[in-house]
């Protein structure tokens, strides 16, 4: 069964350092999505992308983040400038159609970000 | 925006019982109402959803119900067993033209055995 793969499943930064977060989406899949989840608490939405843009995104997403389809199978997520209250799990979810539209979101293991 | 709420926070059965959890959400035009089940340590997994032009839906010992007038939705869990204890979270789309689905804050069910 194809699923949403993610790279790193851990990753530790010191704070004010940028990192990446990496996605491969389902293969036909067209809506890809970021989401995280503080430890103990509920799964935010982050941002959305379509069509090699971003279709909508929340008030956490800020400048300091960025999305980024750089090939036909990544989906990235670039956090600039890390801060202690960026640590959290990232999810990357991806659906065949959206969710206005009865989308089944299919999420990744998460990568778990550790900012020091 | 959406705004979805859940209760209760957290919900404690005995193995057997039923257990129900509620979702509220605020806006009228939203379609489609799904339910994820997030174990430890885990991703958030579907385990069922139901569209606008249904009342409910069931799957097992799995029920859905939706109340479009009231705006709120409840997943039913007949006959618990350990292993449905996890965190579970509705959500409903954020906006109507948006894409994504918002996430209420989760309730964490324990069946006890």
């Known amino acids: 069964e194809p699923e949403v793969t993610q790279t790193p499943s851990h990753q530790v930064t010191q704070m004010g350092q940028e990192v990446i977060l990496r996605c491969v989406p389902i293969s036909n899949h067209l809506y890809f999505y970021w989401y995280r989840q503080i430890l103990g608490q509920k799964v935010e939405f982050l941002v959305s992308?379509?069509?090699?843009?971003?279709?909508?995104k929340s008030e956490i997403f800020d400048d300091q983040f960025s999305v980024e389809r750089p090939d036909g199978s990544n989906f990235t997520l670039k956090i600039r400038s890390t801060k202690l209250e960026d640590s959290a799990m990232y999810f990357c979810?991806?659906?065949?159609?959206?969710?206005?539209?009865?989308?089944?979101?299919?999420f990744g293991e998460g990568s778990r970000l550790t900012v020091l | 925006g959406e705004n979805v709420e859940q209760h209760p926070s957290t919900l404690s059965v005995q193995e057997g019982d039923s257990a129900v959890i509620k979702c509220t959400y605020s806006?009228?035009?939203?379609?489609?109402f799904p339910w994820y089940k997030q174990e430890l340590g885990k991703r958030p997994q579907l385990i069922i959803d139901?569209?606008?032009?249904?009342g409910e839906k069931k799957d097992q010992r799995i029920a859905v119900t939706l109340n479009k007038t009231a705006k709120h939705f409840s997943l039913h869990i007949t006959e618990t067993q350990p292993e449905d204890s996890a965190v579970y979270f509705c959500?409903?789309?954020?906006?109507?033209?948006?894409?994504?689905?918002?996430f209420g804050k989760g309730t964490t069910l324990s069946v006890s055995s």
């Open positions: 979810a991806s659906s065949p159609t959206s969710g206005s539209l009865s989308g089944e979101l299919f």
């Open positions: 992308f379509y069509n090699n843009e971003i279709s909508e």
């Open positions: 959500a409903a789309p954020g906006s109507q033209a948006g894409t994504a689905l918002i």
């Open positions: 139901i569209r606008s032009n249904v």
């Open positions: 806006d009228s035009a939203s379609n489609y």
